[in-house]
């Protein structure tokens, strides 16, 4: 039998070879390694003589608008749905496996011929075609390098460019918190290394993702951290934010970047939550964990997943406090399992 990943390099050398049309697609809200790694791997098929596009449910993240090849993106509310994602002959999901989590473009992804999906996170969910699944892998950017690494070989051209460079960069740094996370390895500085040959910006890379501010987010940090919870002897700590509160501070998702981080980093906490109510009324909850909570194994019985210290997962009618209560009170039954 052909493993998975050569079979998805057939089909994608194949795509090439016919100057097909591939639709790329990240999941919704698309951090650094997802959207970095959707416009890597576009720019290097466009390189090779296919026609490679990224679809995206919502406009780009602020924090990721230096991220280059923007041009190559398109919002799904501003797509003609009735031209280009017909004439697919593949569709790639990217840093996700379930076409749940493509939002609005999951039908778009599924009416192809020909469905593929990259991800470093296990996952319970099916993809609906052929999957790449490399969990030892820090970032989904370290497979997009692989598939265009065995590219570069099979067509004898060189598919990298200073643009892709950059966006592979972007989601590798991203992914690995600036190289310190604990799921980056030898292999990580080795592509990391090829990479800085093409000469992308890092200084850039990492001010953006790691170190830019706004007054908005200032202030939302400075009422979640005064208003932050700490239970389980310290081990556990939480906060939470609701619709009242984005709306008067005028926040936005991306205004809540690094705030669980920052509450798993105070000394002697193993777990933390932060709990965001969305437009819709559900729930969202990112996992912060050390090496004595899987966040990933913790999420999965709620529908969620990650990583073992990084995870999400969303929960459904249910109010915020509910859903406050409930993985509190579960999260503490690990905690003293």
């Given at each position: 039998?052909?493993?998975?990943?050569?079979?998805?390099?057939?089909?994608?050398?194949?795509?090439?070879?016919?100057?097909?049309?591939?639709?790329?697609?990240?999941?919704?809200?698309?951090?650094?390694?997802?959207?970095?790694?959707?416009?890597?791997?576009?720019?290097?098929?466009?390189?090779?003589?296919?026609?490679?596009?990224?679809?995206?449910?919502?406009?780009?993240?602020?924090?990721?608008?230096?991220?280059?090849?923007?041009?190559?993106?398109?919002?799904?509310?501003?797509?003609?749905?009735?031209?280009?994602?017909?004439?697919?002959?593949?569709?790639?999901?990217?840093?996700?496996?379930?076409?749940?989590r493509l939002?609005?473009?999951?039908?778009?992804?599924?009416?192809?011929?020909?469905?593929?999906?990259?991800?470093?996170?296990?996952?319970?969910?099916?993809?609906?075609?052929?999957?790449?699944?490399?969990?030892?892998?820090?970032?989904?950017?370290?497979?997009?390098?692989?598939?265009?690494?065995?590219?570069?070989?099979?067509?004898?051209?060189?598919?990298?460019?200073?643009?892709?460079?950059?966006?592979?960069?972007?989601?590798?740094?991203?992914?690995?918190?600036?190289?310190?996370?604990?799921?980056?390895?030898?292999?990580?500085?080795?592509?990391?290394?090829?990479?800085?040959?093409?000469?992308?910006?890092?200084?850039?890379?990492?001010?953006?993702?790691?170190?830019?501010?706004?007054?908005?987010?200032?202030?939302?940090?400075?009422?979640?951290?005064?208003?932050?919870?700490?239970?389980?002897?310290?081990?556990?700590?939480?906060?939470?934010?609701?619709?009242?509160?984005?709306?008067r501070l005028?926040?936005?998702?991306t205004d809540?970047?690094?705030?669980?981080?920052?509450?798993?980093?105070?000394?002697?906490?193993?777990?933390?939550?932060?709990?965001?109510?969305?437009?819709?009324?559900?729930?969202?909850?990112?996992?912060?964990?050390?090496?004595?909570?899987?966040?990933?194994?913790?999420?999965?019985?709620?529908?969620?997943?990650?990583?073992?210290?990084?995870?999400?997962?969303?929960?459904?009618?249910?109010?915020?406090?509910?859903?406050?209560?409930?993985?509190?009170?579960?999260?503490?039954?690990?905690?003293?399992?």
């Open positions: 039998m052909i493993p998975t990943r050569d079979r998805i390099a057939e089909v994608v050398l194949t795509a090439v070879r016919n100057k097909d049309r591939v639709g790329i697609y990240p999941h919704v809200g698309a951090d650094g390694d997802a959207l970095g790694s959707a416009i890597g791997l576009a720019l290097a098929l466009n390189q090779a003589g296919a026609s490679a596009r990224v679809f995206v449910d919502e406009k780009v993240n602020p924090r990721l608008l230096f991220v280059p090849a923007l041009d190559l993106v398109t919002v799904y509310a501003d797509l003609d749905t009735k031209t280009w994602p017909q004439d697919q002959a593949l569709a790639i999901a990217v840093d996700c496996t379930e076409p749940e939002g609005c473009r999951q039908e778009l992804y599924r009416d192809a011929p020909i469905q593929a999906a990259l991800d470093h996170h296990v996952s319970s969910g099916e993809s609906g075609g052929l999957r790449w699944i490399d969990p030892q892998a820090s970032a989904t950017g370290e497979i997009i390098f692989d598939l265009v690494t065995e590219l570069e070989g099979q067509l004898g051209q060189s598919l990298l460019t200073q643009d892709g460079a950059m966006a592979l960069m972007t989601a590798i740094v991203s992914d690995t918190g600036g190289f310190v996370y604990s799921n980056t390895t030898a292999r990580t500085f080795a592509i990391a290394a090829h990479l800085m040959a093409y000469d992308p910006d890092l200084r850039q890379i990492t001010y953006r993702l790691f170190h830019e501010s706004t007054k908005t987010q200032l202030r939302l940090q400075g009422e979640l951290y005064s208003q932050a919870q700490f239970l389980q002897e310290d081990r556990l700590a939480y906060a939470r934010v609701d619709q009242a509160l984005m709306q005028v926040a936005t998702d809540l970047d690094g705030i669980v981080s920052e509450l798993r980093s105070i000394s002697g906490v193993e777990v933390a939550f932060l709990f965001r109510e969305l437009a819709d009324g559900a729930i969202r909850i990112n996992i912060r964990s050390n090496d004595h909570f899987h966040a990933s194994d913790f999420a999965r019985p709620f529908g969620g997943g990650g990583h073992a210290k990084a995870a999400g997962m969303t929960i459904r009618h249910k109010t915020l406090d509910e859903v406050v209560d409930l993985v509190v009170e579960k999260a503490g039954q690990w905690l003293n399992g």
